[in-house]
C-alpha cells in the first residue's frame, strides 16, 4: 500500500472508530467510488507527516555528520555569549565597529565582505548577542580570503578558510610602529604627559608566530629579530596544533617528534636563556622567569627614575596604576582609580613588549625565539638607567 492511501486508510479508520464510540441513530449508508478533491487535498498534504515504511523514528537518534563538531564548538569559549569576550557590551546594547570584527560573528563577516557589504569594518555598530558561531570560519566566500591586513601594515597571505579566521583576530591591534612613532624623538628618561599605555590587547598568538616579519612586537634599533617561526611542516597551520571547534591543543601532533615530551616540557634549544643553566625545564620556563624579571625591572624604574611607584593589576584596564605615595595601594581620585601617569618613552616600550609576550600564553610554542628577544632588549634598555649590569644577570638573547 502507498504511503498515500495508508495516510487516508489511518484517517479513516480513526475516524470510525471515534464514531463507533459515540450514541447515533441507524442511517441507510450511502456508498459511492468517487474520490473527492477534499480528499485527494488531504491525502497530498499528509504525505509530509505519514511515518516512514522503516517504522519510528526518534529525533535524537538521527545520525548528524556535524554533530560531535557542533558539541565540542557549543561548550567552547567561542560560544559563550556571556564571557567577558562577548558580554562586554551588552549595557550597551550594541558593539563598536572595530571590536565587532572579532567579537561578533556579523562583525566578522562584515568586515571580510562576506555578507556582501563591502569589505572594511562594519558601517555601523552591531547588536550585542552574537558569537564566534560556524558561518564565522566555515562561510563558503571566505576561501576568497587571500591575505590579512597585520596592525603593521603587513599582508600576510593565507591559503586556507581557516587561517583566514584565525589570523584576523588573533593579531592584536597594536605593532611597535604605533610605540615608535609615540616616543621617538623624546627624551627616553622624562615622563610624557602625552604617553599612555599601549595595549597590543589578547590573543596574539598569529603575530607571535610571524616574529619580527609581522612587527608586532616593539623592535629596539640596531636589533635583529627572529621572523615567522617555521615548525615542522605536518604543524604548519593554526589547526595543525588547536582543534578548532573545542580549542584544545592536540598534544599528540607534539609527541610525534617530541618523544616523552609535554608541551611545557619541550626545550628547543641548548642554551639557557634565564641564567638559571637548567636545560632540563622547557623553554616556557625561560620565557615566564625572564617576563617575571622584566616586570620587577618596569617597577623599580617607574620609582626610581620617573619618580612615581607603578602597580600593575591584570584584571583591570589600563592595567598599571600609580602609586604615589608608594604605600602598594593603587591611587584613587573620586573612588576610581589612577592610571599609570609618569610613562617615559623608554618605559612605554618596555612595558609594550612585556605585556605582548605575556599576551600569548602560547608563546613558547608560537615563537620562543622572539618572544625571548624581546623580553632581553627591553631589560636590557633599562638595565642602564637602573645601574644594572645586563651581563651580571647572565641571561641570553
Keep these: 500500500m502507498s504511503l498515500k492511501y495508508l495516510g487516508i486508510f489511518k484517517i479513516y479508520v480513526c475516524f470510525g472508530v471515534t464514531l463507533a464510540c459515540l450514541p447515533h441513530a441507524s442511517y441507510a449508508q450511502d456508498t459511492t467510488t468517487e474520490t473527492t478533491a477534499e480528499i485527494a487535498e488531504i491525502a497530498e ?26 558539541s565540542d564548538w557549543a561548550r567552547s569559549g567561542h560560544s559563550d555569549s556571556s564571557s567577558e569576550a562577548f558580554a562586554h557590551w551588552d549595557e550597551d546594547g550594541e558593539i563598536p565597529p572595530t571590536c565587532a570584527v572579532c567579537h561578533s560573528g556579523a562583525g566578522f563577516r562584515s568586515f571580510h565582505g562576506l555578507d556582501g557589504s563591502e569589505a572594511g569594518l562594519p558601517a555601523s555598530p552591531v547588536p550585542t548577542g552574537g558569537v564566534v558561531d560556524c558561518a564565522t570560519c566555515h562561510d563558503p566566500s571566505l576561501s576568497g580570503v587571500a591575505e590579512v591586513r597585520f596592525p603593521s601594515g603587513l599582508m600576510h597571505p593565507v591559503s586556507t578558510p581557516a587561517e583566514a579566521s584565525c589570523m584576523t583576530c588573533h593579531q ?17 628618561d622624562t615622563p610624557d604627559p602625552e604617553l599612555g599605555f599601549i595595549n597590543p590587547h589578547y590573543a596574539v598568538a598569529a603575530s607571535t608566530w610571524l616574529g619580527g616579519y609581522a612587527g608586532s612586537g616593539y623592535h629596539y634599533p640596531d636589533k635583529e629579530y627572529s621572523g615567522r617561526f617555521f615548525h615542522a611542516r605536518p604543524v604548519e597551520t593554526c589547526v595543525s596544533c588547536h582543534e578548532p571547534h573545542n580549542l584544545t591543543v592536540s598534544e599528540n601532533s607534539c609527541a610525534t617528534c617530541h618523544e616523552n615530551s609535554t608541551p611545557d616540557e619541550i626545550r628547543l634549544s641548548r642554551l639557557s636563556y634565564d641564567g638559571s643553566g637548567d636545560l632540563t625545564k622547557g623553554i616556557r620556563a625561560d620565557i615566564a622567569t625572564n617576563a617575571k624579571r622584566l616586570l620587577g625591572m618596569v617597577q623599580d624604574y617607574a620609582a626610581q627614575v620617573a619618580g612615581t611607584p607603578m602597580i600593575y ?11 604615589a605615595n ?66 651580571a644577570l647572565g641571561i641570553n638573547r
Excluded: C
Aim: net charge negative; glycine share 8%; proline share 7%.
Design 45 to 70: 498534504q499528509l504525505e509530509l507527516y505519514v511515518m516512514p515504511e522503516t517504522g519510528p523514528f526518534r529525533p535524537d537518534q538521527i545520525k548528524i555528520a556535524n554533530q560531535n563538531a557542533i
Design 172 to 188: 592584536g591591534r597594536a605593532s611597535g610602529q604605533q610605540v615608535a612613532a609615540a616616543t621617538d624623538a623624546k627624551d627616553p
Design 313 to 323: 593589576d591584570g584584571h583591570s584596564y589600563p592595567y598599571f596604576f600609580a602609586d
Design 326 to 391: 608608594g604605600d602598594g595601594r593603587v591611587d584613587e581620585v573620586d573612588g576610581r582609580a589612577v592610571g599609570y601617569n609618569a610613562w617615559t618613552p623608554r618605559l612605554l616600550k618596555a612595558v609594550y613588549n612585556w605585556k605582548f609576550v605575556s599576551a600569548d600564553a602560547g608563546a613558547f610554542a608560537h615563537n620562543p625565539h622572539y618572544a625571548l628577544e624581546l623580553l632581553y632588549d627591553a631589560m636590557e634598555d633599562l638595565a642602564e638607567p637602573l645601574g644594572q649590569d645586563i651581563d
